[in-house]
Each structure stands twice: as C-alpha cells, then as structure tokens.
C-alpha cells in the first residue's frame, strides 16, 4: 500500500518533486483546501511561492507532519520548532535528503497516542512499546482513515487475497490490543461488521 502525501500548493508542481515522491500516493489541494484538524494526522508537504500563499498558511495549526518548501530567500520564517522548512532554490541532493529525513521521522498522533517510527507512546504518561512493521502499518492507516474494512487491510496491508481464509489479521489485531493496553491508552480498535475503527 503506498503512503499517502498531501501537497498543498497553489502553483504548478515542480516536476521533479512529483517524480522524486512517485512512490507515494500524492493528493492535491490547494492552499485554500487546508483542513488542519483532518490532515493534522496525514503527511503534508506545503509549497509556498510568495507572500501570498504564506498570508494562507495558519502557523499556529501546523505540527510535525508538515514539511514547508518556500523560495522567500529573504523571508525570516519562524514555524516554532513545529513545521520543517526547507528553502529553496538548493541542491537536488539537498531537496533530495531534507525530503527523506522529513519522511523517514513522521509522527503519527491520535488522542493520546503518538507513533514515531516503530515506537508508540502514550503521551500522558510517557509508557511506550514497539510494533512490528505490520502492526505499525495497520494501527497507522487506522488513525489516517479512522474507520476501514478488514479486506483492505488483508489485502494491501497483509497482502493475502480475501478469498483465502486466515487469522493473521485478527492475531496482529489481539497483539496491538495488548499493547495498548500495556501502554494504558484511552484508545481502542473496535470490530464493527467488517470493519475496523480506531475510537476513544
């Protein structure tokens, strides 16, 4: 299943961008489309061109899920620790590898639960444990989507086809309970029909 990417610009895309992240399942929106609670969750790359784009970017409601690609060289922009920048015109190797580090260390937040990596935290009392690459994949579609079938999951997370009878997806299902019980979290996944839903 590929990753999903919000870019979030009101100019044409820079080719090389959208070649460098074709591996991604890329949605775009304009800069009047941002949703921040909905995307607050999601992976959101905004590119600002000129003062007004920047006029449409509400600072206070961005976290560590955006990254911001600006070419306003003489522009002092102060995101409080909370977006990443990168300005631009740079390198390609430099665009290249602020992109990757901006992938490789997304948060994922939901309620009181943060994902980082293959860590997962309860934030309100800083227990944690690790997931497995399955687990982080399943728990992490479920916060992004909040509700979803369980074919889905089988088949573009599990990669088992829906005809084929099999526990696995209910064994991870018991094994990530347990680790959010573990970690005393107010969140739960609930089976509804075929479904699955992350609540509090």
Known sequence: MKTKINILSNNKINKFISTFLSKYELTFLKLEDIDYRAQSANINIIIINNDKDLDKINIENLNENYLIISNLINKKLNFNNKAQLLKTPASVNNIKNKIQNFLQNIKVHFHDIS?????????????????????????????????????????????????????????HLTRIRKKMNKIKTDVKIQTRNDKLLITI
């Open 115 to 171: 994902i980082n990596n293959e860590k997962l935290t309860n934030l309100k009392n800083n227990c944690f444990c690790y997931l497995t690459k399955a687990e982080l994949e399943i728990i992490t579609c479920l916060i992004r989507e909040k509700e979803i079938s369980k074919n889905f999951i089988k088949e573009n997370i599990l990669e088992i086809r829906s005809n084929i009878q099999t526990n696995s997806l209910e064994s």
